[in-house]
Every structure is written in structure tokens, then in C-alpha cells.
């Protein structure tokens, strides 16, 4: 096919206002899934949050209205309406542009979460509709806006005025476009962990939230004078705690100030989340990094001094002095640098320096008061090393002692390209399965692995049994990228081979069940798989309609059966597949299989502290609370870690 060579100024196209948002929504909110979609009311209330921190707002309000919409309301200065430069007012040009805000002069906001200006146009862009109404102390007005584009006329660039009133804030209701996301129901337990936290964040700040969708509507207040210490408690409220109280410690250097707390409790892993300007750094960043180094250091000084490490004796690793404990760190900056518009990560340097500096003096001076806390804090990395040096010889005999080459161990059918971005692995369960799904598969891109039952349930064992296990050794050698970044630093994800890494188990009970011991296994020791976005879920179908007359249709679950029912008049047989194993290569390739027709569930994590908390609740010892959750979310279709 001949390819014009023309390559000039016509050939630039330029997006003029929100159209770029609208065009490419992933590089600002992250996704088009439900995290992309409740992203929406966190950059709202991040504004909110703002002006709480400059001293002129002390309740926000946040309601999911009971048709679709949400409303964020604060009690602020509310955005100016006034008269800007650019001969329009200025709440238009925040709306309507993007990199326009308060956030870029130190004046207005000493320390933000919304720096890049973009918050409130990206909503607005990627909304149905969008209403201000701001309140001055004297008047208000309101501005209102279809995907983006003003449908209020101004009079010599204001906002029209529809009230008045002596109260000050604004309000933002906004209606998410279902041509955009994938779908347009916010979930409300990510928005009420979201809204929880920022409250722990901002001891001072009351949020009330509402959700108007449910029969009886919910109404709850959030407001934590604890601050953090009250953060730690709560994550910790059911483990059993080495030391009785949270450790705090805060201090400020460079115009930068830090908030720190922290408690061991006696579990296998850590829990150490980064906040900056109330935004949770998902991916950590300096702050993260400043607080470790020093933490590692001032607990081996002590260590040495003590006589517990003797001069031989190799430094405690970081993962080591790290083992049990659950910590916050909260960094107020005037002017941090993330990687993305989503905040993921921090850069700045200067803030690893200055964490670095209030943990070491601060860390010393509790530890020097409080020498049965530091004996219990040691004890942890005592036990965490000992562990790790029983990995280490598990890890040395699974590379030495595994003699079966990656292509040929017997159970995986790898597939012939070696481009990872382009490749792709199915875990199935069973025989049946794996053998229907080798003879279906595109041989070039797509990989089989089979496995033999339920995988071992890593929650509840010890590192050197989840080593052992025979279905987790042949994972590791097919990913290729290691194990397990907290144990060792052994795990490298640009080793992976496979873009995509798609469990394949059956639609019931123990398909679930197989499938939430993978994701367990994942996120505890594999995490950035989840992070960066390679672990998927096939979506097989439940159903298959034949009807009398017409297309024979898949049906992917009860919903969906329902519907046809109604929409299909003709007589109609119906085939329920109780396993992956009852379809043929043909009809396992059409349906799950095929990229043209298949489906997958991406599985991404919005919370970072509630996906610990419920895989802990589901997939450890504690009976009666497991219990309960499930009964609470039996019908909660969208369970996703």
C-alpha cells in the first residue's frame, strides 16, 4: 500500500481547548475504569482540600446524587468570579483551560495537592454537564457547561447572578459522560476510604458524605482529630500490636513539614503509605525513600549498640527492620514534583533530604525515652532476618535444583514470539481446560500455563513453603521477572515476558476461589504486576442461547440472560457451561481467547490500604469477620481488589 510522504504544517493537528482531554482521558485521570471515573471527585475535592489548608475552609461536603451525578461543596473563598486579564471571568478560564488556577502563585496556596492546573477543566471536559455556584460573602453566581463547553452567555465577561447570601464557598455538581468511561456508577467504598483518609490527613477538616442512590439513603461524617495516630489505629484494629502505642514524631526544615506515624504489629509484611499535600503517592517517591534509609540506619546503630548485631554480623536490611510495621508518612510541600497528572509518585529530591532529617532526630530521641518500644522494634528485624536468610537458601535451590528449561517443564505451552509487548499468558485450571486452550490459542502470542487445583494460600504461609510450592516455582520461571521486590530485591519487572498475564478459571464457586488465591499471590509478593497494569481476568461465558430462528448469542452472566429473555420472543435453547473443560478449542477460542471478541477485566488497585485490608479478611485465619464481609457484599458484583 503506497504511504504519502507529505509531511508538513497541515499534517500538525492541534486540539484546541478540552478537546485533548476528551481525546486521550487515560493521560489525566489515569483510565477510563471506575478509578478513572471516581478520580473525578478526588481532583474536585483536592481543590476543596486546598483551601482548607489555606486557612479558609473547614467543611466539605461530598453527595452522590440518586441520578448519577456527584456534588462537592465547600465552605472556602470560593473560586473567584471576578473580571481576569483574558477579558473573561476567571472561574470560566479555570473551567475552560488547562494549566489555569490559583496553584502556580505561592500568594493564594502555600502547599497544594492541584498543581498542575488542570484538575477542575478535566472534570469539566469529560462531564455531560457541570454547574458552579460560588458564593462571595454577598452574591451568587453560577456557570454551567455541556462536555465542557459553556451553555451560560456572560454579560461583559461575568457570571450571571442568581441569589445573595452572606456565605462564601462553592459548589460543583458534575454528570460523568457515559460515552467516556467504561461505566458511570461511582463506587462508593473507594470514595469513602478516599474521603476517610484525607479526614485523618487534616485533623481540623469535617466531610460529610451522602450517597442519595440507595433506598435508604447513607449519610456519614468524617472527622478525625487524631490526625494520623488515629490512621494507624485504625488500619491496625484488628492485628494483634507488638507495642502498645502508635509512635508520632513531625517536624519542619526547608519550608517543608513532616508528619510520621508508625506501629509495629505481628505479621509478615509491611504496610508504609506516602502522602504528599493529602495526595497518596501509590508508587511512594523520595519522601518514602528518606524515611527508609534512615529508619534502617538509626535501628541498626541501635542494634550495634545494644550488642544484638555483633561486629561480624551483617546491617539488618531495610525489608527487615521494616517487618510488621505499619507507618504514614505525610509531607507538606510547597512545591512537589509527581511523575503523572494522577500524583503516583514524588520526585523532589529535597523532600528525601528533609524526611530524612526529622526521622533520624526524631526516631533517636522517642527510641532514647522508650527503650522497651526500640527492644520490640529490633526483636521484629531479628525474626524478619532470620526468615530471609531461610529465603535465601529456598531462592539458591530453586535456581539451582529447577534442571527443567523455561520452554519445556511439562506444563507450560510458551508461545514462539519473544516480543513481551506483544505476548501474552493464560493460567488455567485443569487438564481439560489447558488442553482445549493450547489447541485454541494464536500459537505465536498466546502462552498456556495449566494448574493442578488450588494454589497454596501464600496469607497464611511462610516464605519458604510458598518457595516450596510446585504451581508458584512454575509462575516464577514462566514470568521471568523474579519474586517477591520486599524479600530479597530479586524481582524485576523488565524481565517479564508477557504484557499480559490473563487467569482463565471458571465462572463459579471455585473458579473464585482459584481466581482470589492468584490475585493474593500477586499483590502480596508481586505487586507492581497489578501496579502496572499486566494482570487481567477472562471473562468466559455462562451462557449460550440458540434460538429457533437467528444467531446463536453468548451470554456472559445471569444479567445478561435476563435481558435476552426479554428482548427475544422466538423460542430459544440454552447451554450453561459449568467449566471452561465443557467448550470446545473452537467456542474457548471465540470466547475467551480471540482479542477481537473476548472480554477481560483489568485488575487495578484504587486503594492501596483497603486491598490489604479486605485480601487479609478474606484470605487469613479470622473466621467471623470473613463472614460477615461476604454477607455484606453478597451481591456486589464489582468486588474488585
Known amino acids: 500500500m503506497a504511504r504519502s510522504n507529505t509531511y508538513g504544517a497541515s499534517s500538525i493537528t492541534v ?3 478540552l478537546e485533548a482531554v476528551r481525546k486521550r482521558p487515560g493521560m489525566y485521570i489515569g483510565s477510563v475504569s471506575t478509578k478513572g471515573l471516581n478520580h473525578l471527585i478526588y481532583e474536585i475535592v483536592d481543590n476543596a482540600v486546598d483551601e482548607h489548608l489555606a486557612g479558609f475552609c473547614d467543611t466539605i461536603t461530598v453527595t452522590l446524587e440518586a441520578d448519577g451525578s456527584a456534588t462537592v461543596e465547600d465552605n472556602g473563598r470560593g473560586i473567584p468570579v471576578g473580571m481576569h486579564e483574558k477579558g473573561v471571568s476567571a472561574e470560566r478560564l479555570v473551567f475552560t483551560t488547562l494549566h489555569a488556577g490559583g496553584k502556580f502563585d505561592n500568594s493564594a496556596y502555600k502547599t497544594s495537592g492541584g498543581l498542575h492546573g488542570v484538575g477542575s477543566s478535566v472534570v469539566n471536559a469529560l462531564s455531560n454537564r457541570l454547574t458552579v455556584t460560588v458564593k ?33 464557598g462553592t459548589t460543583i455538581n458534575f454528570l460523568p459522560d457515559d460515552t467516556i468511561f467504561d461505566r458511570t456508577r461511582f463506587k462508593e467504598d473507594e470514595v469513602k476510604s478516599r474521603l476517610h483518609e484525607t479526614a ?21 461524617t468524617y472527622h478525625e482529630p487524631d490526625g494520623i495516630t488515629g490512621f494507624i489505629k485504625d488500619m491496625n484494629k484488628s492485628k494483634e500490636c507488638v507495642h502498645e502505642d502508635v509512635v508520632y514524631f513531625s517536624g519542619e526544615s526547608e519550608g517543608i513539614s513532616v508528619e510520621v506515624a508508625f506501629q509495629y504489629v505481628n505479621e509478615f509484611h509491611e504496610e508504609v503509605l506516602g502522602f504528599c499535600n493529602n495526595i497518596y503517592n501509590a508508587e511512594g517517591g523520595t519522601h518514602l525513600t528518606g524515611f527508609k534509609s534512615a529508619f534502617t540506619n538509626v535501628i541498626n546503630s541501635y542494634a550495634r549498640e545494644l550488642g544484638i548485631l555483633k561486629e561480624k554480623d551483617i546491617n539488618f536490611t531495610g525489608a527487615d527492620v521494616r517487618n510488621g510495621m505499619t507507618a504514614v508518612i505525610s509531607l507538606k510541600h510547597p512545591d512537589p514534583r509527581f511523575e503523572g497528572q494522577t500524583k503516583t509518585k514524588l520526585d523532589n529530591q529535597d523532600a528525601a533530604k528533609v524526611v530524612s532529617k526529622v526521622t533520624s532526630e526524631e ?43 523455561f520452554d519445556s517443564n511439562g506444563k507450560l505451552a510458551n508461545c514462539e514470539s519473544r516480543d513481551a509487548s506483544k505476548c501474552e499468558i493464560f493460567i488455567v485450571e485443569g487438564d481439560s481446560a489447558g488442553g482445549s486452550a493450547k489447541m485454541a490459542r494464536n500459537r505465536m502470542y498466546q502462552a498456556i500455563l495449566p494448574i493442578r487445583g488450588k494454589i497454596l494460600n501464600v496469607e497464611k504461609a511462610s516464605i519458604d513453603k510458598v518457595l516450596a510450592n510446585a504451581e508458584i516455582k512454575t509462575m516464577i520461571n514462566a514470568f521471568g ?16 515476558r508477557y504484557d499480559k498475564i490473563i487467569i482463565m478459571a471458571d465462572a463459579d464457586v ?14 502480596r509478593f508481586m505487586p507492581e504486576l497489578i501496579y502496572e497494569g499486566h494482570i487481567y481476568q477472562a471473562m468466559p461465558p455462562l451462557y449460550k442461547a440458540m434460538p429457533s430462528k437467528g444467531n446463536e448469542e453468548y451470554l456472559y452472566d445471569d444479567k445478561a440472560l435476563e435481558k435476552y429473555r426479554k428482548s427475544h420472543k422466538t423460542p430459544f435453547t440454552l447451554q450453561r457451561y459449568k467449566g471452561l473443560g465443557e467448550m470446545d478449542a473452537s467456542q474457548l ?45 453478597a451481591n456486589d458484583a464489582e468486588l474488585d481488589i
Open 15 to 17: 486540539l484546541e481547548g
Open 136 to 168: 462571595d460573602g454577598s452574591k451568587i453566581y453560577q456557570d454551567q457547561y455541556e462536555k465542557g463547553i459553556p451553555v451560560v452567555d456572560l454579560t461583559d465577561g461575568l457570571l450571571p447572578v442568581i441569589g445573595r447570601t452572606k456565605e462564601t
Open 200 to 220: 485523618y490527613l487534616n485533623p481540623a477538616l469535617t466531610i460529610l458524605f451522602h450517597d442519595l442512590r440507595k433506598e435508604e439513603p447513607e449519610h456519614i
Open 363 to 405: 526516631v533517636v530521641r522517642f527510641f532514647d525515652r522508650n527503650l522497651e518500644t526500640l527492644k520490640n522494634v529490633i526483636s521484629c528485624a531479628e525474626k524478619a532476618a532470620k526468615i530471609r536468610k531461610t529465603e535465601e537458601k529456598a531462592k539458591t535451590n530453586l535456581l539451582t535444583k529447577q534442571k527443567f528449561s
Open 481 to 496: 521477572c523474579g519474586f517477591s521486590e520486599g524479600y530479597g530485591n530479586d524481582f524485576d519487572i523488565s524481565r517479564l
Open 510 to 523: 471455585d473458579g473464585a476461589h482459584i481466581s482470589t488465591l492468584l490475585l493474593t499471590l500477586f499483590y
Open 589 to 633: 477460542w471465540e470466547t475467551t481467547l480471540n482479542p477481537e471478541t473476548r472480554l477481560l477485566k483489568k485488575i487495578e488497585i484504587e486503594d492501596a490500604r483497603m486491598a490489604s485490608e479486605i485480601t487479609g479478611l478474606l484470605m487469613g485465619t479470622d473466621v467471623p469477620p470473613r463472614k460477615a464481609f461476604i454477607h455484606e457484599h
